[in-house]
């Protein structure tokens, strides 16, 4: 942590040494006696401990009064983001039955690139020269995958291909995304106060960023009603926006994407927002993390066209696992999929693409 936060490890002293390694990458505190790490994409329990109860929760409310939130048996539940930009999401009883839940999410303070993902392995050259190609030519892009698949580091790797002169929206419920390029504009979600006053969402936060002059809007994560006023400004001239979700394909993100415009509570039929998702939606970019730790982008997609009213995509390329050792290490390819539709786009702006059969 910096020194805006450093008084902080006086409440967690008991995991300082695990908030200084920057190879771990999150923390997770079970009650005062069980504590796991992440590191290197793996788990493992740590000998850490809090001395009781009473100090882990001191120490969680502690840290929600110096991000000017609650914690109390009227507000057990906290997610806030630290002066370093770490995320700390805690909840207490009663709702946590085994005492003060910690999750600690660490600011990552290397810039992730899309040429850092290449050397690490997450994706080939060839996807480093599709995902080039859907940036520069502005199609919306949806980041999808599972919890900890490596989402918001794709979404930031994938802001460094965005052309400096766009003017950029960035738009979180808590502040994790470090963009590359200069010209970018970051705003912040604000929860109610005690009183239940001044709460702005994220749908509150895309109407007011629509009359600010965006180039593109990027989304930290769609989660609810924001979707519908996410796919109406990419259809109405915002080409090049993009967003992370919570799904397990890239058709289950067109899926999920579809269920979050629902809940905007918008009395529209759904055949109205399928066509809407379909439209707005170019690409899906899937993450995964795979048995050994390692996360990688295991598919890139295009979004069709609707079919009889269904979803359809085309893989440009994909990820496939040929076997798993009995440590976890994975053994596998990426394997290069059909022509995209915008090959022709690509080569008039001369942009270089994948060699394809």
């Known amino acids: 942590m910096n020194e805006n936060s450093s008084f902080l490890v006086l409440f967690l002293a008991p995991v300082k040494e695990y908030l200084a390694d920057d190879q771990v990458s999150e923390i997770l505190i079970n009650g005062p006696s069980q504590i796991y790490i992440e590191r290197n994409g793996k788990l493992e329990e740590t000998p850490a401990r809090f001395a009781n109860e009473a100090q882990l929760k001191a120490a969680a409310v502690n840290i929600a009064k110096s991000v000017d939130r609650q914690l109390d048996e009227m507000h057990p539940d906290l997610d806030a983001r630290l002066p370093d930009g770490s995320r700390v999401h805690a909840t207490i009883p009663p709702i946590s039955r085994c005492g003060t839940i910690l999750s600690i999410r660490k600011f990552k303070k290397e810039m992730l690139t899309i ?144 269920t979050c415009a629902i809940l905007s509570g918008a009395n529209l039929p759904l055949t109205a927002i399928r066509m809407q998702v379909a439209s707005a939606i170019n690409c899906v970019v899937h993450t995964m993390r795979l048995p050994d730790g390692s996360r990688k982008i295991v598919e890139i997609a295009e979004v069709l066209p609707l079919e009889n009213g269904e979803y359809r995509l085309r893989s440009l390329m994909h990820w496939e696992t040929r076997s798993v050792a009995p440590d976890g290490s994975v053994s596998g390819g990426f394997i290069l999929g059909e022509r995209p539709t915008f090959q022709g786009d690509a080569e008039l702006l001369h942009l270089e693409l994948p060699e394809y059969r």
């Not at 109610?192 to 009359?211: M, W």
């Not at 519908?228 to 926006?241: E, F, I, V």
């Open 115 to 258: 040429d850092r993902l290449e050397q690490f392995g997450s994706i080939p050259r060839e996807g480093v020269l599709l995902l080039n190609a859907i940036v520069k030519l502005r199609k919306n892009t949806i980041v999808s995958g599972g919890t900890s698949s490596g989402k918001t580091s794709v979404l930031n790797a994938l802001s460094g291909l965005i052309p400096e002169n766009d003017r950029i929206l960035v738009l979180e419920d808590a502040s994790e995304l470090q963009l590359q390029q200069k010209h970018c504009v970051y705003f912040e979600t604000r929860k109610p106060d005690k009183n239940g006053l001044g709460e702005f969402s994220i749908r509150d936060l895309v109407i007011a960023s629509l009359r600010l002059r965006p180039d593109r809007l990027v989304i930290g994560e769609i989660r609810g009603g924001e979707a519908l006023d996410l796919l109406q400004a990419m259809n109405t001239g915002h080409s090049g926006s993009m967003s992370t979700i919570h799904a397990n394909s890239p058709l289950d993100a067109l899926s999920r994407m579809e």
